[in-house]
């Protein structure tokens, strides 16, 4: 058993963005403010938390007082710089801990430890230079995707290589950072777990839903997820290795392939997920309360659902349907505060609540 | 058709409570700011509030400041000085409008207002003085309860008067107040519904719920309440009748009597009520939310309620139970992060699902 912070305490939250502000929301239902460092001005984030540091990774001073400010330091992104975590660590402790960032902030770590776990992941290999390109494609074979091994999400620092001969402009196109090659899983579906760990080694998850993604971003996700039984089964276990290899705590989204040889691990979050956003309206504790408690020691959710819901991302002009969206009963938005719309950006999220 | 305020528009809430704690948090889903005013230090609603001015009431160039930083204006309570709302009227609209304000102030004005729409109150009447009191007695008869006429919740400025010979005493429990005899109504139930009317003079109501005091403090509402079709539609046509009576935008909390007569109006209240939180975990549209969508000219939801709920309040030392009540799955918390706990001070309430 582990102490819960008490009342009052301050939760730290590395990055401003929506994940962040509901992350915020989420500790004030627990009774805790939240303390937001993050580089960029106006954050979403900072309309719903107590205070607010608007500092660059680099700003050490910055990084100690807040550190200094705050009982514990969650993270809202994965690609927290490490020298930022180094000053970071002997102010308050940071959950989840350091060896998921670690592992999660480079697709060959992750894709090695996933594998090295047992667990089934697409082909991959190592991408120091284009010789080791030529011999990568000679194993694993095109149709295949070359990403930069750090800082990619959304389909950003990704190229496909349909054939041998897309492999220069592919690479050319990781403007030198380190690569890996990943070869192409043929799959029926993807689908994510939101699985959580608490600080005395619990798992609890939310039932598997069932992902669309298009142009490399994320647009529904749906409960239930066209699942076998056997299927959940595996999917829950497999989460569950994850986070226990990991010491983890907290919350992880989990992206798995359904394949007819089975589930294969497509990649891991190691904070909650947009995948994760249907839970708000169907579970009485949301993935984001679900964070906040494993983070502050509380018990787990056991995650399970009231509601049957689609998730469907607000991708820029999708901001426009919102008026209408607004009209329908079953419909419960949810808006993200940012200043400007752009292409690609998500502006918000909305859960359809499907009635039995 | 109203045009609703802009995304990053602000809201200014009067009142730092976790009424306006729970609004700031609606408005945030909707892509709102919020700006509280509220004399009191560290109020609950600053923890979720994008800004917070700590004054009192009566100082004029804050509340100035205030309402010429803000979109619009709302509150989180009543009892508003007149005088306040007489500053802030020219920086920014007040919404629900003062007439509302100006109703629900007085117990003696609110009951003859009530009255006037043709809707079934107790017996009541104005008791300035000693003498009045006797003439009201003689009238209405013990047992009866008499209040002050302004400033009364939860059970305070309240004398319950078992036999003419308590009028005295009661009398004096006043502290020389204007006071309202209000006589004993014999119900079977109390229920209250949660009422909204939006700018366009649209009205929306979320299902009764069934509501149990203790000690003049609400303790439990529960979703359904015990009421025939017919009631229903009793509670739903009164309370849209005082709405439209008012010219009302905002939400509305109406307490009623249920009794073999038909349903008694006990109380009206111009702002999101206690007796609403269930719809945070019931519906796709909760109470906070509805409010923000009329005080900021959207469509209003619909109400319609997707799960039953059981919301009961933690008073006080309740909050002991918040650990026990964690492990509960069907059980949604919602903390207030209120800095001290006291006997009889709301600290939270919780949700608990009711599944089929």
Same sequence: chains 1, 2.
């Avoid at 990991?246 to 995948?275: C, K, W």
């Amino acid at each position: 058993m582990t102490t819960p912070l008490p009342a009052g305490a301050v939760i730290g939250i590395i990055g401003g963005g929506q994940l962040g502000r509901m992350l915020s929301v989420a500790a004030s239902r627990l009774g805790y403010r939240t303390h937001v460092f993050e580089p960029g001005a106006n954050p979403p984030a900072g309309h719903v938390a107590d205070r607010v540091t608007t500092a660059g990774y680099d700003d050490h001073a910055a990084l100690r007082a807040f550190g200094e400010s705050v009982d514990v330091i969650t993270y809202e992104f994965e690609n927290i710089p490490t020298e930022a975590l180094d000053v970071l660590e002997g102010a308050a402790p940071i959950r989840p801990g350091r060896e998921a960032l670690r592992v999660s902030q480079d697709r060959l770590t992750e894709k090695t430890f996933l594998r090295d776990l047992g667990l089934a992941t697409a082909p991959f290999a190592d991408v120091p230079d284009a010789a080791a390109l030529d011999a990568a494609l000679g194993r694993i074979g095109a149709p295949a995707i070359l990403k930069t091994r750090r800082f990619g999400y959304d389909g950003k620092g990704q190229a496909r290589i349909m054939a041998a001969g897309d492999a220069a402009s592919a690479l050319a196109d990781m403007n030198g950072a380190p690569a890996i090659l990943e070869g192409f899983v043929s799959f029926s579906a993807e689908v994510s777990v939101i699985a959580a760990r608490g600080q005395g080694g619990d798992v609890a998850c939310f039932d598997p839903g069932e992902n669309v993604h298009r142009d490399g971003i994320l647009r529904t996700t749906t409960v239930p997820a066209r699942l076998s039984a056997a299927q959940r089964t595996d999917a829950v276990l497999l989460a569950a290795r994850i986070l226990n290899a990991l010491d983890y705590v907290g919350v992880m989204g989990v992206e798995l392939f359904v394949t007819p040889q089975g589930l294969v691990v497509n990649e891991i979050a190691p904070r909650v997920h947009n995948s994760g956003h249907w839970t708000q309206n169907g579970c009485a504790v949301d993935q984001f309360e679900q964070h906040i408690r494993a983070v502050a020691g509380w018990p787990l959710g056991d995650g399970s659902r009231y509601a049957d819901v689609v998730m469907e991302n607000l991708i820029g002009d999708d901001l426009d349907r919102v008026p209408g969206l607004a009209r329908n009963a079953d419909v419960a938005i949810h808006l993200y505060g940012k200043a400007e719309v752009k292409a690609g950006r998500k502006m918000g999220h909305v859960n359809r609540i499907i009635r039995g």
